[in-house]
């Protein structure tokens, strides 16, 4: 995969800086190109949750429906909300807990238990946004201790009587229901959050997401009919995951090293994206698009290009197989 290739598969511009080259060694897969096995062993589905179960429950189902090991979650929704469910498969179960922290969005339904004008809920409605004081409520699995959470934007879509349609983007760990019973109380006239969908959770959107029947048919047509393409629609290489994080895409000769625990050395590195910092985490990646491990880097960008010698990052998580690339690095790195 060619660099602009590479970076316009992440779905972010990111400005990479090369600093070092070398030949296409043979090892490793692009990411959509993995064999069926490998490619679901690294895959996440954005599951539309439906009403009812627990996220827990829905990742079971997951679970047991495709037939492996391990699966986890990327942030809980509430039994009755639906909408977007990131689940990490096998070795991408790791990953999921990069999402958990990432900002998301939610259209509701408030219910306002009196009448209000529409002037007096846009004033509220403009009182809510930014860093706010929050409690989460009582039905909730964390302390309910005063904490702050930012809503980046808190948006009216329609009024129809007491009904409220809205969207909200908010940080999280942030509690919707909390904010209609606060709005409500505001308003003095009380109010409840009847409905709630989440329409995005980090890289993760409704443009991607698949229910289970959708699921179920893709497992029909690879398994009965060795038709894997819908699979690869259905289920995304977990890279996806990790769309918005610094980069540094390093050597083939080097990937080995990372995969037993190793630290990144300079000479092993091929690009560096301008958003790297210091003390911070960043994606190492392989030249195929390869997610090899999360580390982190001990130099900003500026300080990077110029290297030349010297560790430059230590891995915190390491995803990539250990024997996928063979331990070509002690001889690339002295």
């Given at each position: ?7 316009e ?46 996220s ?14 391990k699966?986890?979650?990327g ?17 991408a ?10 900002s998301?969005e ?19 409605f403009?009182?809510f ?6 409690r ?6 964390v ?9 980046y934007?808190?948006?009216l879509?329609e ?42 959770a980090?890289?993760f ?12 048919f ?7 009919e ?5 699979m690869?629609k ?8 990790f769309?918005?994080?610094p ?29 790297v ?10 030249k ?36 996928l ?10």
């Amino acid at each position: 995969m060619q660099m602009e290739s590479l970076i316009e598969w992440l779905g972010k511009k990111q400005d990479l800086h090369l600093v070092g080259e070398e030949e296409d060694l043979g090892f490793g897969f692009t990411p959509h190109e993995r064999p069926p096995e490998l490619y679901l062993k690294y895959g996440v589905i954005n599951l539309d949750k439906p009403p009812g179960p627990t996220s827990h429950q829905a990742t079971s189902w997951v679970k047991r429906i495709l037939g492996v090991s391990k699966a986890g979650h990327g942030g809980t929704l509430d039994p009755m909300v639906t909408g977007v469910l990131p689940i990490g498969i096998e070795k991408a179960t790791a990953a999921m807990r990069y999402i958990v922290g990432s900002s998301k969005e939610y259209v509701g339904i408030m219910k306002l238990h009196g009448d209000v004008s529409s002037n007096d809920l846009n004033r509220v409605f403009r009182l809510f946004r930014g860093r706010i004081y929050q409690r989460p409520p009582q039905k909730s699995s964390v302390r309910r201790k005063l904490r702050t959470r930012e809503i980046y934007s808190l948006e009216l879509i329609e009024k129809s009587n007491r009904e409220i349609l809205f969207r909200v983007h908010c940080e999280s760990g942030f509690y919707v229901r909390k904010l209609a019973h606060d709005i409500g109380m505001i308003l003095g006239v009380g109010a409840h959050l009847s409905e709630l969908r989440r329409v995005k959770a980090g890289p993760f959107s409704e443009d991607s997401i698949v229910d289970f029947y959708r699921l179920y048919f893709a497992i029909h047509k690879w398994k009965e009919e060795d038709d894997f393409g819908l699979m690869k629609k259905v289920v995304q290489p977990f890279e996806v995951i990790f769309r918005e994080f610094p980069k540094i895409i390093i050597k083939d000769s080097a990937v080995g090293s990372i995969a037993y625990g190793a630290s990144l050395k300079a000479p092993g590195m091929i690009a560096v994206s301008n958003d790297v910092k210091e003390n911070s985490y960043v994606l190492l990646m392989s030249k195929k698009g390869e997610g090899v491990a999360i580390a982190t880097s001990l130099y900003d960008y500026n300080e990077l290009i110029s290297l030349t010698k010297g560790v430059v990052a230590t891995p915190i998580r390491v995803f990539i197989e250990r024997d996928l690339y063979p331990p070509l690095w002690k001889k690339s790195s002295r």
